[in-house]
């Protein structure tokens, strides 16, 4: 595991509980025990260790910003893009574009597939669900097509569309982390100016081992973090917690593909 931010303070932060059931799943959440554990080990004066400082989630109001508010605009017709490329309306979510697009994509390629073939590549390209099994079509042609996309596009063509929502959902992230300090490090200036020294270090590095896998990555992940504006929104904070309609959610920004980045190689 690598340390992206440094922070510049031994903090032990609690976030809050789980509760699993036998099998490991979680069915449970309770948001506030973080909170509650550690105001209790306060009270016991044993928040203060001789190694680090215990302490619950920080919890920050989004500042108002007329700027942050006009991108709204932004994000809102983005998202109403893509639906419109398959009529989608806002009940539906990322899974069901991607089902649209794999459908549209099998019905244009391979008119000659019966219906229940269709069906089973685009399960098992939308959802990795790998019951169909390939070598059942019976058209030669179609057949090698269905072989060439399993084995050489789909990957690819799964991370371009993931892609298009991640622009979204980590430039949203980006903007509103761009507002906010960070509570948690000590000297955020000094912090961003450590990550992205180490940044252009691992570019350089990777450039240089010359590794396709890892130069891949790299453009991938440089590709991803241009388009929510570069190093300029690089912030010394892993992201933002909060809760909408009961759920838990997470704004992360441009710390997703530095992350990415700065791990490469710590890869196996």
Known sequence: MIKVIPYGQ??????????????????????????????????????????????????????????LSKLQGKYISMISKLQSEFNLVDSDGVADYHQAWWTKFVEKSAKKL?????????????????????????????????????????????????????????????????????????????????MVSRLESTIQQVKASGDPKQVQKLKLELQRLNALGGFDKIVPNEGIVFVYGGNTYKLTGAFAPLNQILGIFFEK
């Open 114 to 194: 019966d219906t229940q073939e269709k069906i089973g590549l685009v399960k098992r390209w939308a959802f990795g669900d790998k019951s169909f099994r390939i070598n059942t079509i019976q058209d030669v042609k179609l057949k090698a097509w269905a072989e060439q996309t399993d084995k050489q596009d789909q990957q690819k063509i799964s991370k371009q569309n993931l892609m298009k929502f991640e622009e979204i959902f980590l430039g949203v992230g980006a903007e509103v982390l761009s507002f906010m300090s960070s509570v948690l490090t000590a000297n955020p200036k000094a912090a961003k100016r450590q």
């Open 10 to 67: 031994p903090l032990l932060v609690f976030h809050g509980t789980f509760e699993y059931d036998k099998e490991g799943n979680i069915i449970g959440e309770n948001q506030q025990a973080a909170k509650i554990l550690a105001g209790m080990i306060k009270q016991v004066n044993g928040h203060v260790q001789s190694k680090y400082t215990i302490q619950g989630p920080p919890m920050q109001k989004l500042p108002k910003s007329e700027k």
